[in-house]
């Protein structure tokens, strides 16, 4: 199997599957002398990992209805690459063991093909496939990611201080209309809403019961990126951040700024002007303009403009449902299946910390290609 490695000069190989002994990393590329904090990519890997609680007003912990009741530590072992908590240049090796598999839910259903999951297309390409939880293809493969974008968060914070946060915009038919960063954290969706996130958890415990589930969109906002960063042509900083968002299974779609918004616009109303940036300190011009507008999402031209960057993904509603569902065994024939097992009714909470870490991968390695050609 190839396609396990994203990245040119930050490298991040992801293996391991979801009910195997373990996944985990390995990332090649990072700087030397960069000291890791352990305690930060396992607080990163707590937000993603499954059997979570949802917060509540009393700070008590209560059942999450979007998250799957698999429970799992989901603790980094660091096997290689750092020395006395600081990175040598060598590659970075971390392992996450796998505790609380039952693969003998999925026994009932190994000869037919999960409505919405690659199973049919992992046949169709490899001839077999692993169908305890779906094996590689299984959203379990993003615990390695987390990991490695919590170590490219610390590279980048070395380098250039980044502000990277997503959260949910969009769950269940249910929209925010507010926007607090403070409060992401605050609800179980992740949400900068949470009235909108008491609504969302409702909506989806009735899913829940129903034997449904529920989609979603999560905005990612970028701050502090400089201007710069980005390959002109193939390798756009866009295109790059497409590519790691897309590569998350249950992604469908991404928009960038005011996104499929611009093709309703003039180009009068979607152009960004530009003002001369004053510095707070003594009041003279700064090099970099300030922009009025952010239609473009903070790149043009594949290039970071210094803007904040901005975009937004599309999260299909889990495709494990308990409602009876219409497929075909491996051998041609019809079947009907009901999935039982555990799993989430929404992925946006825990998509959430996905998403930053794809980020933050996306922009180590950039910025790092960039100080390959030019010091900022």
């Known amino acids: 199997m190839s396609g396990n490695t994203f990245g040119t000069l930050f490298k991040v190989t992801t293996f391991g599957e979801s ?13 030397a002398g960069i000291k890791l904090d352990l305690d930060r990519i396992q607080k990163e890997l707590d937000r993603r990992r499954p059997g979570q609680k949802a917060p509540s007003a009393d700070k008590a912990a209560a059942a999450n209805a979007a998250v799957t009741s698999r429970s799992e530590a989901d603790r980094a072992e660091i096997v290689s690459g750092l020395f006395e908590g600081v990175t040598t240049g ?51 493969e993003t615990a390695a990611r987390v990991a490695a974008g919590a170590v490219a968060r610390q590279v980048l914070e070395a380098l250039v201080p980044f502000s990277i946060t997503a959260f949910t915009t969009e769950a269940a038919g249910i929209e925010c209309n507010e926007f607090n960063l403070d409060c992401i954290e605050e609800n179980s ?15 989806i415990a009735s899913l829940r019961a129903e ?19 980005g390959e002109p042509v193939f390798d756009k900083l866009d295109a790059e951040l497409a590519k790691a968002m897309l590569s998350i299974g249950a992604i469908k779609g991404i928009e960038f700024g005011s996104g499929f918004a611009v093709a309703r616009m003039k180009g009068s109303e ?44 599309a999260v299909k509603p889990v495709p494990s ?10 051998n041609g024939k019809a079947a009907d299946m009901k999935i039982t097992g555990r799993h989430d009714v929404c992925l946006c909470p825990r998509i959430v910390p996905v998403v930053e870490a ?15 050609v030019q010091f900022l």
């Open 19 to 31: 009910h195997g002994d373990a996944l985990g990393c390995v990332i090649d590329g990072c700087p």
């Open 90 to 140: 060598t590659p970075i090796a971390i392992i996450i063991r796998n505790t609380s598999q039952h693969s003998a839910d999925y026994s009932n259903i190994k000869d037919m093909y999960r409505p919405g999951h690659a199973d049919y297309t992992y046949d169709a390409k490899y001839g077999r496939r692993d169908y305890r939880g779906g094996g590689r293809s299984s959203g379990r």
């Open 189 to 203: 969706m992740r949400a900068c809403d949470n009235k909108a996130a008491t609504l969302m958890e409702e909506k």
């Open 211 to 229: 034997g449904d589930s529920a989609g979603g969109v999560v905005e990612c906002l970028i701050r502090g990126v400089p201007a710069g960063l």
């Open 270 to 313: 979607c152009n960004d002007a530009m003002r001369p940036a004053a510095l707070k300190a003594d009041e003279a011009l700064s090099a970099s303009p300030a922009f009025v507008t952010n239609n473009a999402g903070g790149i043009l031209g594949g290039i970071s403009n210094g803007n904040d960057i901005i975009f937004r993904v």
């Open 321 to 330: 449902i308990a409602k009876e569902q219409q497929t075909v065994t491996r």
């Open 358 to 372: 794809m980020a933050a991968i996306t922009l180590c390695d950039m910025l790092l290609r960039q100080l390959a």
